[in-house]
């Protein structure tokens, strides 16, 4: 089977190079890709969003399978495309309906979904411009710290986390002006919920679902989970604290509800979810739901998965993972994400990178795998294009270890100004519940 890999950071290298171990994989493409898959896949020019450019590769290179990495395209309803196009309604296509994106693509859409169909969740409300001043009356009702939400997608920086009142209520007024552009025309306000995150990602289809390994990310920029809020720093798998007890509440709580009420809201819903959670005393809850694998979890998660993640992946396409059975590794992940000098804010591009042997390599057994997230080539040399840079992830017994293996790597890679956190899992390693 001819399989095509829409996007091009780091979680697309990674699902590309898990799909490219598949004995079902025939030829593998990227659109638009990176330097990363162009060692392991085709790139094809183009954007994701760009539904003919898409439809020409499918149909020039006769794929059987198309797998969306990133959110726009399926906010954007490029599945209600396929399945609307006499050309490519039979393409297997990993991913939801438009209807089901706006889990991702809506704040406020998602919310309505967890309380319609009793999952738990912070209590919230909605509002936009025209009703400030009841904004501020529910702020002044919740104790600090106050959590804001811009309604649309704003490339994961949407959600502002604020100590005092009025500068939360300064904020409010700084989205509805435009500070995340449309995305902030309508804020959701919710309580904020105290405990530790853990990424929880499912594979659905119309009959079933597999719940992937687990994942812990770092959003913020600076050590001790301190400064701004990035795209993602890092990822460990497993997290000690979800073991067996607490996974089970999440699959009773959330995740059975989540698939039953797609189902009930007849949401043609095939692909990947991203379930936010919060672990408040042993008990979920849910933060949000994201439409896709999450970044960099992925490039933790897919060194985990030692069964064939092609073979679910047309299972859920063809709407029945009842017969499929993932199998996970006992062995751990830790991703760290090398980034450039002033990321998330203004940093520079183009800076040429070299150093590990690693940077080449994309052996299944290697001992390190580097996905590339925010790579170019340019003038034959490999050099940086985006904030974040390069995820590396390291297997192993122990996230001690696996820190230890991981942060020599990391000296390695050379470029100017070079950024990385250098206490990704500490705080699991340390962890006492």
């Avoid at 002044?140 to 649309?152: F, I």
Wanted: net charge negative.
């Amino acid at each position: 089977m001819n399989v095509l890999v829409l996007g091009s950071g780091g979680r697309e290298h990674a699902i590309t190079w898990k799909i490219k171990q598949s004995s079902q994989c025939e030829k593998l493409f990227c659109l638009p890709g990176n330097p990363g898959t162009a060692q392991i896949a085709t790139n094809v020019e183009g954007s994701a969003k760009d539904f003919e450019a898409v439809k020409k590769c499918v149909l020039e290179n006769n794929i059987g399978i198309v797998v969306v990495g990133p959110e726009d395209p399926l906010v954007s309803g490029l599945q209600d495309k396929f399945v609307a196009d006499n050309e490519l309604k039979d393409v297997l296509f990993v991913g939801p309906c438009q209807k089901g994106a706006m889990l991702e693509g809506s704040k406020d859409f998602a919310k309505e979904f967890m309380v319609k169909h009793n999952i738990p969740t912070a209590q919230y409300k909605s509002f936009t411009k025209d009703t400030v001043g009841e904004a501020d009356q529910f702020l002044s009702q919740l104790n600090p710290p106050y959590v804001l939400k811009a309604d649309g997608l704003a490339a994961g920086k949407g959600v502002l986390i604020l100590d005092s009142l009025e500068e939360a209520k300064k904020e409010l007024r700084e989205m509805f002006s435009g500070k995340f552009g449309n995305a902030g025309n309508t804020v959701v306000i919710e309580q904020f919920l105290k405990g530790i995150e853990v990424s929880v990602f499912v594979l659905v289809s119309n009959k079933g679902y597999l719940i992937l390994p687990e994942a812990k990310d770092y959003k913020r920029i600076g050590e001790g989970d301190t400064g701004l809020n990035t795209g993602g720093m890092g990822a460990v798998s497993p997290v000690v604290f979800a073991d067996k007890e607490f996974m089970a509440k999440v699959e009773e709580r959330i995740i059975k509800p989540t698939v039953a009420g797609l189902q009930k809201d007849n949401i043609d819903y095939k692909g990947f979810i991203f379930i936010g959670l919060m672990n408040c005393g042993g008990d979920p809850y849910v933060i949000e739901y994201n439409v896709r694998m999450g970044d960099p979890e992925t490039e933790a998660v897919m060194t985990r998965i030692d069964s064939d993640l092609l073979s679910h992946l047309v299972a859920a396409a063809k709407g029945d993972l009842t017969g499929e059975k993932i199998e996970i590794s006992p062995l751990g992940a830790l991703t760290v994400v090398c980034v450039s000098g002033g990321y998330p804010e203004e940093y520079a591009k183009g800076l040429e990178i070299g150093g590990s042997e690693y940077l080449s390599v994309n052996n299944a057994d290697s001992a390190v795998k580097v996905f590339h997230a925010g790579t170019k080539m340019q003038d034959g040399k490999l050099v940086t294009s985006g904030g974040r840079v390069l995820a590396v992830t390291v297997n192993g017994n122990g996230i001690e270890s696996q820190r230890e293996a991981i942060y020599a790597e990391l000296q390695k890679i050379v470029y100017e100004n070079k950024y990385y956190r250098r206490d990704i899992g500490l705080d699991l390693l340390n962890y006492k519940g």
